[in-house]
Every structure is written in C-alpha cells, then in structure tokens.
C-alpha cells in the first residue's frame, strides 16, 4: 500500500485542491455549516482523486464515506441511500479493497492491475442489477421512500459503479458518474423543502468532475497496459 500523495501529479493537486475549495466554500456561502456533510464530502472527493491512480486508499476511503453518507442520508429518511451505502457499497468497497491488494499492476505503472470484462462479465452484472434493483424497490416502497424512482435508479446505478469497482473495470467511474447526475436531481428535491442540502448538490456535482477524470485517467492505464509489446 503506497503513499497515494507521492504519487499526485501536479495537475491531480489542483484537481483536488480546487475541488476541497469549491464545496467548503459553498458551504460556507449557504449560511449553515454542515460538519457531518463537509466532512463526508471531503473524504469523498479524496477517495475518487485517490481512485483516479488506481490506489487502494481510495476503497479504505470509500468506507469511511459510505457510514458518513448513510447518516446523511437517514437525517432526510432516504432510506434507499441510507441502505444502498451501508448495506451494498460500504461492504463492496470492503471487497474492493481486498481484490485490488491482490492484483497490484505490473512494474510499470502503480495502482491496480486493470481488468476487460468479458461478455459472460457483462451479461451476469446485468442480471445482478435487474435483481438487486427489484428487490430494493420493493424494501423502497415499504419504507414510504420519498422520491421513489430517482431513489431506486440510485439503487442501480451505486450497484453498477461499486460491482465494476470491483471487477477492476476502467467503466466504474462511469457508473459513479450516472449515480452522482442521479443524486444531483434526488437531492435537489430534497433542497426544495430544505435550503440547507443545496451545498450537498454542489458536492455530487464536483464528484461528476472528479469520476469523469477518473474515467479518462483509467482508460489512458488500460491502453496502456494492454499495449502490445514492441519488439
């Protein structure tokens, strides 16, 4: 487990640092602080800067991020966040953490070793998600969930993003990516009734940016470690 900052290019710095800004300072405009929220966010965009390398601190981070983002969620009884972080993506980044420990890249590049699925791959996530998205609308609709069907699309697309996590697939930035559009609009309905979770769509939206770097930085690692060798 290396040191994830000596690994920061000076371009990844920015990113990060001004990414850290941007949501404190929105905040800090909204009027009313949220620790628990900042904090979460904090830690969030940290785990995706981290995971942009390949890192396994940014899994170690996603953790802590998941029981911060499930009270979050419980405050505002989106029960279907609340469980889809603490019952799916805190014990599969758990998971994560252990696959990508044991499969380091080569000598070459740092971060884990990359994987393309294969179609079986595909076809199984496929039928996962239709069955994990089933069975939480189910538990959704009990609970009374506000906002329904953005909290269910939520239920799939956090399965997708945290599965091809860990399958070590460059697409799971691109499933975070959908996830944090998804949260962008179930959050906003929350800000309707309370101003004060305006700042935590700033937040999702800053995690877009940060997951769409991820992608580009993954699929730059795949090519080039799937490159054919020079003889």
């Not at 009313?32 to 830690?43: C, G, P, Y």
């Not at 076809?123 to 069975?135: N, P």
């Not at 009734?193 to 730059?220: C, E, Q, R, T």
Request: glycine residues 6%.
């Amino acid at each position: 487990m290396s040191n994830p900052l000596k690994e920061l290019s000076q371009k990844e710095w920015c990113l990060w640092g001004i990414s850290l800004f941007i949501v404190t300072l929105s905040n800090v405009v909204a009027g009313s602080i949220d620790i628990l929220t900042l904090a979460a966010t904090w830690v969030g965009i940290t785990s995706l800067i981290f995971a942009a390398k390949g890192n396994v601190w940014a899994q170690i981070l996603m953790i802590v991020f998941s029981i911060l983002y499930g009270v979050i969620s419980f405050r505002f009884r989106y029960w279907g966040e609340m469980m889809t972080y603490l019952g799916m993506t805190l014990p599969m980044a758990a998971c994560s953490t252990i696959v990508w420990l044991k499969n380091p890249s080569g000598e070459e590049q740092s971060g884990v070793e990359i994987q393309r699925l294969k179609k079986s791959q595909v076809l199984i996530l496929f039928v996962l998600s239709i069955v994990v998205t089933g069975i939480f609308y189910l538990i959704l609709r009990a609970l009374k969930t506000p906002n329904m069907v953005f909290s269910t699309i939520s239920v799939t697309t956090s399965f997708l993003a945290a599965s091809l996590t860990m399958m070590r697939s460059s697409y799971y930035a691109l499933g975070y990516a959908a996830n944090d559009l998804v949260l962008i609009v179930l959050w906003s309905l929350a800000a309707v009734h309370n101003p004060i979770y305006i700042p935590v769509i700033i937040n999702f939206a800053i995690f877009f940016l940060n997951d769409m770097y991820g992608f580009i930085s993954w699929k730059k690692r795949e090519n080039l470690q799937y490159a054919e060798p020079q003889i």
